[in-house]
């Protein structure tokens, strides 16, 4: 750099210019470890919803299992009257 006058300027390299380019660096740093996180979280996410979905199969099939037994009404009945079931809570 030049002055006014026509002469070059040294810059001074004191701490706080290398403490301000460490943090610097550790700025540009973090964002890395951000997109890496973000990438993690993404592959957690799709496991969890795989998951999800699964259990989700499972529970319909079972709802499908159940939905195919017979239920005899007198044997609802005869376990209602065993249990002292009111007649509300029967259906």
Do not use: C, P, Y
């Not at 740093?29 to 890496?36: A, K, N, P, T």
């Not at 979905?53 to 079972?62: C, G, H, I, S």
């Not at 939905?67 to 009945?77: E, P, Q, S």
Request: no cysteine.
């Amino acid at each position: 750099m030049e002055n006014k006058e026509g002469g070059d300027i040294e810059r001074v390299v004191d701490s706080k210019d290398l403490q301000q380019s460490k943090a610097l660096d550790k700025l540009t740093d973090h964002v890395e470890d951000r997109q890496l996180d973000s990438s993690r979280v993404q592959t957690a996410m799709a496991s969890i919803a795989a998951s999800a979905e699964v259990d989700w199969n499972a529970m319909r099939l079972r709802e499908k299992e159940l939905a195919a037994v017979k239920i005899n009404a007198a044997d609802v009945d005869i376990i209602a009257n065993e249990l002292e079931v009111s007649f509300k809570a029967n259906q």
